[in-house]
């Protein structure tokens, strides 16, 4: 085991028990508080590089992709998107509490299937990654029942097994997982989902995470639930359309969304944890006093 990431995850508990406990002295700021209190470098701008604006006919779906969890299937995502792989396709499955998936409707097809272009028909699976020397955590207060330590790593909901030497992305509200048959390796990213319900834990490390639903999420998890098998749509209804798929650096400057996300390594974050894991403003009569990593929200908003 690397001695020098166990302590630096050991020195970061410390931390961030002692900015929680500074948070509580503070009079117990709620969320609103925290942000309206937080700083312009308690925010990073997404990178363009790494963003996908899935446009359905209801609105723009904003993604952020994971590179560092994913990088294989990343770049084949991104070269699915610059080949135009998804325009045209469907979402094909909205199962209630669970995932809105989409793809090509003739993947099982030869015949008719959709051309890959340039991007691989298989690409190893990425269900988790070793814990580097340039490994950097930001952990939660309180246990987890799905793994030893949660917290976030970025912008992402994450997970670490210091004895295991590893780490993975957990499923929570608005993950976006790839589809794959029961080989591990056989979901290279043309087949997509988002997770709509609040947790799908048990599908950590089971599946690969390329990235998170960052804005338009209401979008997906609204979409009529199918009435087949595991909610694909019947005959009978009528998959949703994708209109695009597009790489935010690939769309033009004015018509981005210029979005921007609160940094998880900073004590706003941490007093923002501590808000939502007990929360003392006057609705609330008992305080949890508890958090789990998919309870905690990741503010987004628009860059100023």
């Known amino acids: 085991m690397n001695r020098r990431i166990v302590v630096a995850v050991a020195a970061a ?3 961030n028990a002692g900015l929680a406990a500074a948070a509580d002295a ?3 700021p709620t969320m609103g508080e925290v942000l309206a209190a937080s700083k312009p470098s308690d925010w990073h701008a997404l990178d363009p590089a790494n963003t996908l604006y899935l446009q359905l006919a209801s609105g723009r779906v904003i993604i952020e992709l994971a590179p560092q969890f994913a990088p294989q299937t990343v770049a084949n995502i991104k070269a699915l998107v610059r080949e ?5 396709l469907a979402i094909l499955r909205v ?3 669970y995932v809105a998936q989409w793809g090509d409707p003739s993947a099982d097809n030869a015949a008719k299937r959709r051309s890959l272009g340039t991007a691989k028909a298989k690409v190893p699976a990425e269900f988790t990654i070793p814990l580097g020397k340039d490994f950097t ?3 939660l207060p309180d246990r987890d029942g799905w793994a030893p330590q949660t917290g976030f790593v970025g912008d992402f909901p994450a997970a670490v097994d210091l004895q295991a030497h590893q780490a993975w992305l957990t499923h929570c509200y608005g993950t976006i997982g790839v589809g794959r048959d029961v080989a591990a390796d056989s979901g290279n990213g043309a087949e997509l989902y ?4 609040s947790s799908a834990r048990w599908l950590d490390r089971n599946i690969t995470v390329a990235g998170r639903v ?3 999420m209401e979008l997906l998890s609204s979409l009529p639930r199918g009435h087949g098998d595991l909610g694909f749509y019947t005959k009978s209804e009528h998959p949703v359309p994708i209109k695009s798929v597009r790489l935010e650096a690939d769309v ?3 018509d981005r969304a210029h979005l921007e996300v609160l940094r998880t390594d900073t004590p706003t974050f941490a007093a923002l944890v501590e808000s939502r894991r007990n929360r003392h403003d006057e609705w609330y009569k008992q305080p949890a006093g508890y958090i789990d990593v998919c309870s905690v929200p990741l503010p987004v908003r628009e860059a100023k």
Do not use: R, S, W
Request: glycine share 8%.
């Open 84 to 88: 135009k792989y998804f325009d045209g």
């Open 194 to 197: 988002a997770t709509i319900a």
């Open 137 to 139: 955590f930001t952990p």
């Open 214 to 216: 960052v804005q338009g």
């Open 95 to 97: 199962q209630d509490n």
């Open 252 to 254: 033009p400057e004015k």
């Open 13 to 15: 508990l410390a931390v």
């Open 26 to 28: 503070a009079k117990h």
